[in-house]
């Protein structure tokens, strides 16, 4: 009944181009400037024309613009036909379970954890299937460009809206897909960032009675008045882990603006790697599928999560199944394989249960289940799933990506049992069980779909193996920058194990704050020399790569030799070479600095 239909699409030559807000997974921009009330309302006939016979849901979040953003979508579909539910206030994933229970297709008026005068939409097909740029979307934006141009939207059929309310069903639908058996009493910090947990967590965590649900920043506003509502920039979880400390929480759990993502802390306020949780997660749904007679059920990861999840998922008796990084294509896969769930590194978390759609809520309630079932503390609960050392994603601009992943693949391609493949970029893996453990890793470097960035992850099973991978693979990155003695380009990461929100994961915009190399080095000590006060005569990218062989930390320069600014160990230069040696003890003074 709500398929889509091509035909009814409007064809003409548009001069306004919409090319610029639609990314990968949804539509994104500025309100009122990039995203305008007209656009909206082409956009939401465009969309009804896409479906024979349409029945809509349209839902918005709490952000200033979206009230009247929900209604001018609306208003656009009805003049084409649709009959449309208005939803009000929701989160995503409610949007999702509204979609997937009324079998009706869905749009939700949001622009996730970007800023606060952003806005934009995500579309769904009915049972939440995905609306990315190759499955539809591109032709929905000609639609739209199309009733743009012509200045009119020409009404067809007899389209009408009403309200619904979703809130209560999809609670009733998440305490159905995971219920709190155990007796533990848990206290849970919930930092709703002012966005839509404050109004999804009361319905959901709020009415358990294992739960005492410790309200922070539930007040909707879409100012964001206390901090952005991105978990995964590590200055956005300050708040809460002093809550979590305060309160002696046993979790505190942190959402984005939509309510569809969701980064946990554990009893210390430390965040938990969306990997780890991703393994914990699958392993109880394999259980659960495996009791009901599904012999190895599949479950999807993205390519740059931990290589813990293969491992536990198969542990479990899973079939791990690998994929590119993105929201869409990622749904389409665990349908095709019947996935029973799905996670990535941006804590996006995906079970087959729930119409194939991703739930930051649902998550949460499989993470307080398993905690609810154990005596220990989560830090112990979560320690297996979290194994080996991560970098977290590294962003990079450069000015030719494809130039500086090939540097990085001809380098690797030198190296003896490297594997190599392009799914998604650059993977190389270097881990076989015959290996020493420092020789134990992997890295992923792709380019971003929307910005002229590189994204590195590096992992390995010891963290002196990491920092020197990372190191290495950076430097080759901005070879040429530092040949011709540049400021390498921007740095921008995470708390190591979360993910920089990016396109491809059903965000967009946002990383972590950048951080370029030069002001890395400022005030390492009144001991840091000129550069070249060592005398080291290498290769600058050579010197960019240089760490203690003790700690793996960051040499800088003193008078003839380099000293860690970790471990404050000094290793001589000699002859222009630098000497690292393990164990060298002597640390230098202002009064006498170190001597080869």
Known sequence: MTEPNSRRTPSSAAVHDLAGIVKTNDVRGVAGEEFTVEIARA??????????????????????????????????????????????????????????????????????????????????????????????????????????????????????SEGIDTLADYAATLHELVPLTGTRRLRVVVDAASAMAGHTAPAVLGVLPQIELIELHFELDGSFPHHPADPLRPENLVDLQNAVLREGADLGLAFDGDADRCVVLDENGVPVPPSAITALIAQREIARARAAGEERPAVIANLVSSRHVAEAVREAGGEPVRTPVGHALIKAIMAERNAVFGGEH????????????????LAALHVLAALSESDAPFSAVVAAHDPYAASGEINRRVDDAAAARDRVRDHMAALPGARID???????????QELAAEDRWWFSLRSSHTEALLRLNVEAEREITMIRLRDEIL????????VEGATPGTVSGTVPGLAVGSAESSSDGAGAVGTSEASDREGAGSMVLAAGASGADVPSWVRAIL???????????????????????VHPVEGGIPVLIAGRQQEPTAQEPARS
Not at 346 to 361: E, L, N, Q, V
Not at 475 to 482: I, R, T
Not at 549 to 561: M, Y
């Open 43 to 160: 956009f939401g006939a465009a969309f009804a024309d896409f479906l024979d016979d349409p029945e809509l849901i349209v839902a918005h979040d709490m952000r200033l613009s979206s009230p009247e953003l929900s209604r001018a979508v609306i208003e656009g579909a009805v003049r084409r036909g649709a009959i449309v539910a208005d939803g009000g206030l929701s989160s995503t994933d409610q949007l999702y379970c509204a979609s997937g229970l009324h079998r009706a297709a869905g749009v939700m008026i949001t622009a996730s954890h970007n800023p606060a005068a952003d806005n934009g939409m995500k579309l769904c097909l009915p049972g939440a299937r995905p609306v990315g740029r190759d499955t539809g979307l591109d032709e929905i934006r000609r639609g739209a460009e199309a009733y743009l141009e012509a200045g009119e939207i020409p009404t067809h059929g007899e389209g009408r």
């Open 346 to 361: 941006s804590a996006h978390y995906y079970f087959r249960d729930f119409f194939f759609a991703d739930s930051g809520m």
């Open 422 to 432: 392009d799914l998604d970029g650059l993977t190389v893996e270097h881990w076989d």
């Open 475 to 482: 430097a080759l990155v901005h070879e040429d920058d530092l």
């Open 547 to 569: 760490r203690c062989p003790d700690c793996g930390g960051e040499l800088r320069d003193v008078e003839r030799a380099m000293q860690c600014s970790s471990c404050t160990r």
